[in-house]
């Protein structure tokens, strides 16, 4: 055999083996890995890191206020502004949150009719329609005329259907039944839509 075909062979084996060696080196690097990231400890600790960091951004996230706007009886019309309210985890528990900030603010209060009402419960079907259900106070009589009476309606009317799309229409409960009036007036038994038509420019 020559010196060619002898050196043809050596630098062949030689080609193999580092070949082979590249193979070998590379299915176990991918072994490794393949085994690190099935190992219950690799699977568990970015769900750590992740849980981590949510528990320092989410408390805050959910205990900034969120503003809302509502509006209210003022010189014979309706004028609006913004409120903090707390922030809920869906639609129904966010409306009623915001009704109560309606009903926490100084502006509305002095109101004729929702100064002599609370908020007893906030319902909201699948239909889109939100049920209001009004608590009188048990002291005295709503005394409201029919203006006033339509301007608080429609204050908590609209301050719903201005921030929740999701809101069609609303209906009013008196002490969790269907009721025909609040101050003698306005017809309860109707369900309502936003009216801005009342809304100061």
């Known amino acids: 055999m020559s010196w060619t075909t002898d050196r043809t062979i050596s630098d062949n084996r030689l080609l193999f083996a580092i070949i082979a060696g590249v193979v070998f080196v590379a299915a176990a690097g991918g072994f490794f890995f393949w085994m690190r990231m099935n190992s219950p400890d690799a699977s568990q600790k970015p769900a750590e890191q992740a849980g981590n960091a949510n528990s320092l951004i989410q408390p805050a996230f959910r205990s900034e206020p969120l503003s809302v706007t509502f509006f209210y009886p003022q010189g014979g019309m309706l004028a609006f502004g913004t409120a903090p309210a707390k922030r809920q985890p869906d639609t129904q528990a966010q409306a009623r949150e915001t009704l109560v900030a309606v009903f926490s603010d100084q502006r509305a209060v002095q109101a004729a009719v929702l ?87």
């Open 115 to 201: 100064k002599d009402v609370k908020l007893r419960a906030f319902y909201l079907d699948g239909s889109g329609t939100a049920y209001i259900d009004l608590m009188p106070d048990q002291q005295k009589d709503i005394s409201a005329s029919a203006w006033e009476e339509q301007l608080a309606i429609y204050a908590m009317v609209n301050t719903l259907m201005q921030n929740f799309e999701e809101i069609r229409q609303v209906a009013f409960l008196v002490d969790g039944r269907d009721a025909q009036t609040l101050a003698g007036h306005m017809d309860l038994a109707r369900k309502y839509g936003k009216r801005m038509d009342l809304v100061k420019q």
